[in-house]
Each structure stands twice: as C-alpha cells, then as structure tokens.
C-alpha cells in the first residue's frame, strides 16, 4: 500500500517566506544599482558639463566684453558668484542671474531659449581664481565653477506646448542633498 505525502501548511508557509525575502533581497539589489549608475552617469557628464559652462562664458564674452565678464565673476570665495544652470544632459548651461538672464527666456525664443525649472539639473555657480586675480591684465579670466546637482526636479509631467520657463513646477533640492564637482575654467579674448 502506497502512502501519499502533502506538504504541511507550515512548510507552505516557510517556503512562502524564504521566496518573499529572496525577492525582496533581489529588487533591494537592482534598486541601488539604479540609483548607483544615474549618479555615474551625472559625474561623467561633468567633463562635458565642463565644455558647456565654457560656451556660455563665450556667449557671455561677445556680448558685453571680457573686461565686463570680468566684472561679473566676483573674486573667489565671494558670497553671491555668478550663477548658470545646466539642463541633465550637459549640453546647455545659460546665466540665470540679472546681468544676462538668458535661462529665464522663453522656450520657444527662436535665437536662445531658455531652459524650464524642471530642467535645471545643474546650478553652476562661478567665482575668479583666488590666485590668478591679476589674469585679466594679461588678457583672460581663470574661473572656477562649483557645479552642484541635482539643483531641480520636476514635480509632474511637462506641459505640452510649454513656452515660458516656469509653466511646469520644479522642486529645489537642498544644497546639503545634492552632489559637488569643481571645475577651472579659462576665458580668452
């Protein structure tokens, strides 16, 4: 005579309980090795941030001047420096202080529009050099540029047709949350 063997409801249940945490342990692993590379591949756009910030400084020069960019960028150190944001992807940074405005255009300006609130990823804020003051008598501007991120993040989907800066709403991070990177930067004539 043959025996048939069931599991008990506690071996179900124990074996329920161990797939559970395995699963849990599993999707704790993918979650921080998201979270792992979007911060790696916000440091490596740093280099081309980098390249970005110099092709504002270059806008900014043939504008008004090196002599008058130079009076913009407050000597290093200073407590109100000059200030950009940069959208996520690195390819366009634009000054959002008084002087040049240009981020607050509107989005669809057809010469430069500017970059709404929930794509400032990168706040730029940029200071001369402490030890190469006497730079523009020679002819350039060092600049350093503490590049902070994230700066903003959206807060819900785009508008579609948005064409003002501040249509969709953005949340500052704070400053203690957010990740640091500095840069020098050199502006010839």
Known sequence: MQTKHAFSLVEVIVAIGLVAGALLAILGLLAATTSSTAESEDAQGIASLGGSIQCELERLKNSIGLASLAGLVP?????????????????RVLCVDPVDPAANRPLSDPALPGIAERDRFFLVELTRVPD???????????VSARC??????PMGP????ASEFD?????????????IAILQIAVTP
Do not use: K, M, Q
Request: hydrophobic share 40%.
């Open 132 to 142: 190469l003051e006497a730079a523009v008598e020679s002819g350039f501007i060092a």
């Open 148 to 153: 902070t991120w994230p700066y903003e993040l």
């Open 158 to 161: 785009a508008t579609p047709g």
């Open 75 to 91: 000597a290093g150190g200073s407590a109100t420096p000059l200030r950009l944001v940069g959208t996520r992807d690195c390819l």
């Open 167 to 179: 249509v969709d709403p953005a949340r500052e991070v704070p400053a203690a949350e957010r990740h």
